[in-house]
């Protein structure tokens, strides 16, 4: 199955970064692969926008490499700008123009002719449903209309790989899932795409492979299920409808997992892998032994469970707080 | 549409179009914010009334003896040149400034980012402002030369390419400390320690002449000297020192301030 190097977007080896005093990275290291949406998950403070830093050729390493887009990040820097889109996390439009004129300027910058400047921004601002504002001064726009600008704009000179930067924080929730409808149209399409988050509903829902990363470190690396799988497994929850059912259920189960009757001698609980998988064997074991289920329901592990596991810290605790609103909101006042 | 593709066509940048593409940027801004246009006029304007008029008093009440202090020009003819100037010299370290705020409403990463030469990135800004900073210039050398006489068509021109040149400066002094500096607190508290000394040692608002020789020394590392002469000279004919010399002094300057701050701006990184 050996993939070679080519089939990589990025290639991060022992990446480190040091701001006089404190270590923002200690030895990062991953892959992504093309097609792929991959995603850095971590809590505020962890290195994320150090890593896009680094990986977008704006911020020089202490140690290690990066090969973006086949070249090298800090040998040849130029060529790496050619090939990547990025959406930074605080905005970088210019609110005193049109979206119309940041996509010419931006295109003409990378060194688009005009024409195709104007057809890619048409469909491009179609995709991220800003078809009507554009020409609209940025000024105007909403915080979620400001990042799925960004996003039509990073895609302009249709770089291999598009970097995000917590591409939802501080929006609301309506906000939120436009922005993952686009990333998640960008993802059929194919489109590389490499962002950050501390949201783990974002990572879980958007991300084919997810890197847990915390206090400058890689702590766990896999796709959602691997990750999930990582907490010990799914709990299954059986209702029979007799407690004779439920014995007849807990030899089966037994089978699967760690079993046990709990609560009023009906119920029985199941902990194993892949409950989704698992749970039609088991429904079907137990008619041909007859036993009658009245209700099933399953509690799958989160990407939280995975973090506390690891950590003995609770990714929730950092979430969605006032925080990340006021940053966005007092960055986008001033602007 | 088809990203991650295998080796998609990879766009080349230009270094005209990115320039061109920098330059349309800062008069797009320049559009939208006619309130600057107006407020780099004020403070000259101020100047020119108050100072001008006044000190156009004094002399006139000396009789035409005053005028041999300003080689034979009256006092407003002296200074109109100086104002111009001064104007479009503001208007350069202004484009410094824009510099600034693009970093802090995050524009100046979008920039750092691109492919294109950070030449043409920096230049094509600067060619922006300083065409914006003409503008201004041609609006009050209208305005000044009314009121202390008509140096002619071609005077007027050649003064404003004076001008010119003495935006180029500002804005590429200005870039070189704004790249340096971390905050537009920082930039303003430098800027104000700069531009005044370079007023007021720069022979617009007064000859250098009988200058104690230190000072005159000073006049001769200030960009804003040659150009000030240069334009009182094809103005209105009076040189204090050879117009070849102001232009090659004035080029120099120019062309280190642009030079230093390209090298600035291309070791940029945001860390
Ligand atoms: N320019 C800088 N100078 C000094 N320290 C910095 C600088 N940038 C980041 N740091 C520090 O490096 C660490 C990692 O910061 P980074 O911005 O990469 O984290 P992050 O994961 O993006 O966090 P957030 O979710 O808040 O955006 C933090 O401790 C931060 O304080
Ligand atoms: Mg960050």
Redesign the interface.
């Known amino acids: 199955m050996g993939r070679g190097a080519e089939d990589y977007?990025i290639v991060a080896e022992g990446l480190r970064?040091r701001?006089d005093g404190v270590e923002a990275l200690r030895g990062v290291s991953f892959r992504v692969r093309?097609?792929e949406v991959f995603g850095l998950l971590g809590p505020n403070g962890a290195g994320k926008t150090?890593t896009v830093?680094i990986l977008?050729?704006?911020?020089?390493p202490s140690g290690g490499r990066a090969v973006v887009a086949g070249h090298d990040v800090a040998r040849e820097p130029?060529e790496v700008?050619?090939?990547?889109?990025?959406v930074?996390q605080?905005?970088?439009?210019?609110?005193?123009?049109t979206a119309w004129?940041n996509l010419?300027?931006?295109g003409?910058?990378?060194?688009?002719p005009r024409r195709v400047i104007e057809e890619?921004s048409r469909?491009?601002m179609e995709?991220v449903g800003l078809e009507k504002a554009m020409h609209r001064?940025l000024r105007s726009y909403s915080g979620g209309m400001i990042r799925r600008f960004e996003i039509a704009r990073a895609?302009l000179?249709?770089?291999?790989?598009?970097f995000m930067d917590e591409p939802t924080v501080g929006l609301d929730p309506q906000a939120r899932a436009k922005v993952w409808e686009v990333i998640e149209e960008?993802k059929k399409?194919?489109?590389?795409v490499f962002l950050t988050t501390h949201y783990m509903e974002e990572a879980e829902r958007l991300c084919d492979h997810i890197a847990i990363i915390d206090h400058g470190r890689i702590i766990a690396e896999g796709s959602p299920e691997e990750l999930k799988s990582m907490v010990g497994g799914d709990t299954l929850y059986l209702v029979a409808e007799t407690r004779l059912d439920a014995e007849k259920l807990l030899r089966i189960a037994s089978g699967y997992g760690e079993a046990r009757i709990a609560e009023d001698g009906r119920v029985v609980v199941l902990v194993a892998r892949d409950a989704p998988r698992l749970l039609p064997r088991i429904l079907e074991e137990a008619r041909a032994v007859g036993a009658r289920i009245v209700e099933t329901r399953y509690v799958r592990p989160t990407l939280n469970d995975v973090f506390l596991m690891l950590t003995g810290r609770s990714l929730r605790d950092e979430e969605g707080g006032w925080r990340d609103w006021a940053r966005l909101h007092l960055?986008a006042r001033?602007? | 549409m088809e990203a991650g593709g295998k080796g998609a066509a990879v766009a080349e940048p230009s270094w005209l179009a990115a320039f061109a593409a920098m330059a349309l940027r800062q008069l797009l801004r320049f559009k939208a914010a006619k309130s600057r246009v107006i407020n780099s006029l004020v403070f000259p304007l101020i100047w020119l009334v108050f100072f001008g008029l006044g000190w156009s008093a004094a002399f006139n009440f000396l009789g035409p003896m005053s005028r041999s202090l300003f080689g034979g020009l009256t006092y407003l003819q002296f200074l109109a040149p100086g104002i111009v100037i001064m104007t479009v010299f503001m208007a350069g370290f202004g484009s410094g400034l824009g510099l600034i705020w693009d970093r802090e409403f995050g524009y100046f990463k979008e920039i750092l980012v691109a492919p294109a030469p950070r030449s043409a990135l920096l230049l094509g800004r600067i060619a922006g402002d300083s065409l914006a900073a003409l503008l201004q210039g041609l609006i009050m050398a209208v305005l000044v030369t009314v009121l202390a006489g008509w140096p002619g068509v071609w005077g007027l021109l050649a003064g404003l390419a004076a001008a010119y040149v003495a935006t180029l400066t500002s804005a590429g002094l200005g870039a070189l400390i704004a790249l340096s500096m971390r905050s537009p607190e920082g930039f303003q508290l430098v800027i104000n320690l700069v531009i005044l000394p370079m007023l007021f040692i720069s022979g617009a608002f007064y000859p250098i002449d009988p200058l104690p020789a230190w000072l005159k020394a000073l006049a001769y590392i200030n960009p804003l000297y040659y150009a000030v002469d240069l334009a009182r000279g094809v103005m209105y004919g009076v040189y204090s020192t050879p117009p070849l010399l102001d232009a090659l002094g004035l080029a120099l300057v120019t062309a280190g301030a642009l030079g230093l701050a390209v090298a600035k701006f291309s070791r940029t990184y945001i860390a």
């Open positions: 977007v970064k701001y093309r097609g150090t830093g977008v050729t704006l911020v020089k130029w700008r050619k090939r990547i889109g990025v930074f605080e905005p970088t439009v210019d609110r005193d123009l004129q010419y300027v931006h003409r910058i990378y060194g688009l890619r469909e491009l995709l001064p895609l000179t249709e770089p291999m790989v598009l960008l399409r194919g489109v590389t960055h001033r602007g």
